[in-house]
């Protein structure tokens, strides 16, 4: 079976550091893709190279079938790659509600002529936006506070909204980054189900996450980076006991 997602030999520098080095991997359709490493280790300039933020230097990846390398975010995400920020990137002053519904608006077909005339082909497809994004907030289990401002919802809501848009976008792949930050533990319980249903509901997902206990107990397979290489990539347990990524992450063992 062709992966969903094939990264061949991807680089990334900045200055002279070399943040990526000849990264390749391949994600399938319907996996839950680990990704980890130590602080420093290249896992966000993977994801942001992946979803447009970044160009590659060398190397490309292929996204069904479809080359995305050197897109912007917007083509990558209309290709179907949606993503979550390791910072919350909301509209603070906006609804839980409206937020959802400016993802939605990737898959829109009301140009600049419809909003002016506000024809009914128009007014049809912004309620069935609204629908739709009622429907995700239900999903992520925040539809009570749907007429909430965004930057007023508890921490681990608004990490929930986050998802709801990026779902807005109808996603084949869905990257989160470091959805458990700041959750407490039964909320990261929670997310981990939730990250679970997604996957039951057909889209793939790619996690990078800190809390190494979630990746190993959700993920199918993980890839692990240290300083901007590839040094494991396997099922949880393969990873787990492989000595450079324990290396990696407790330092070489001091020689007697």
């Given at each position: 079976m062709n992966p969903l997602l094939q990264a061949t030999r991807l680089s990334r520098r900045f200055g002279g550091v070399r943040a990526l080095a000849d990264i390749s991997f391949g994600i399938r359709v319907g996996e839950i893709y680990g990704l980890i490493g130590p602080n420093g280790a290249g896992k966000t300039t993977l994801f942001n190279v992946l979803?447009?933020?970044?160009?590659?230097?060398?190397?490309?990846?292929?996204?069904?079938?479809?080359?995305?390398?050197?897109?912007?975010?917007?083509?990558v995400a209309a290709a179907g790659i949606a993503r979550t920020?390791?910072?919350?990137?909301?509209?603070?002053?906006?609804?839980?509600?409206?937020?959802?519904?400016?993802?939605?608006?990737?898959?829109?077909?009301?140009?600049?002529?419809?909003?002016?005339?506000?024809?009914?082909?128009?007014?049809?497809?912004?309620?069935?936006i609204e629908q739709r994004a009622f429907e995700?907030?239900?999903?992520?289990?925040?539809r009570a506070r749907a007429n909430e401002a965004a930057g007023g919802?508890?921490?681990?809501?608004?990490?929930?909204?986050?998802?709801?848009?990026?779902?807005?976008?109808?996603?084949?792949?869905?990257?989160?980054?470091?959805?458990?930050?700041?959750?407490?533990?039964?909320?990261?319980?929670?997310?981990?189900?939730?990250?679970?249903?997604?996957?039951?509901s057909g889209v793939t997902v790619l996690l990078i996450e800190h809390d190494v206990r979630l990746v190993m107990n959700i993920c199918d397979r993980v890839l692990v980076l240290d300083y901007g290489e590839r040094i494991a990539e396997g099922t949880p347990g393969e990873v787990q006991g492989n000595p450079r990524v324990i290396e990696a992450y407790l330092g070489a063992p001091r020689v007697a």
């Amino acid at each position: 079976m062709n992966p969903l997602l094939q990264a061949t030999r991807l680089s990334r520098r900045f200055g002279g550091v070399r943040a990526l080095a000849d990264i390749s991997f391949g994600i399938r359709v319907g996996e839950i893709y680990g990704l980890i490493g130590p602080n420093g280790a290249g896992k966000t300039t993977l994801f942001n190279v992946l979803t447009g933020l970044y160009a590659a230097d060398e190397g490309e990846f292929v996204f069904s079938g479809k080359s995305l390398t050197g897109l912007t975010p917007n083509q990558v995400a209309a290709a179907g790659i949606a993503r979550t920020f390791q910072n919350i990137r909301l509209f603070a002053n906006l609804s839980a509600l409206e937020n959802v519904m400016i993802g939605r608006h990737v898959r829109t077909r009301a140009g600049v002529l419809g909003a002016i005339l506000r024809d009914a082909r128009t007014l049809a497809e912004e309620r069935d936006i609204e629908q739709r994004a009622f429907e995700l907030l239900d999903y992520v289990g925040i539809r009570a506070r749907a007429n909430e401002a965004a930057g007023g919802l508890p921490y681990g809501d608004q990490r929930r909204l986050e998802i709801a848009r990026a779902l807005a976008t109808e996603p084949r792949l869905l990257a989160l980054d470091e959805p458990a930050a700041g959750m407490n533990p039964s909320e990261r319980f929670a997310l981990a189900d939730l990250i679970g249903e997604i996957r039951r509901s057909g889209v793939t997902v790619l996690l990078i996450e800190h809390d190494v206990r979630l990746v190993m107990n959700i993920c199918d397979r993980v890839l692990v980076l240290d300083y901007g290489e590839r040094i494991a990539e396997g099922t949880p347990g393969e990873v787990q006991g492989n000595p450079r990524v324990i290396e990696a992450y407790l330092g070489a063992p001091r020689v007697a």
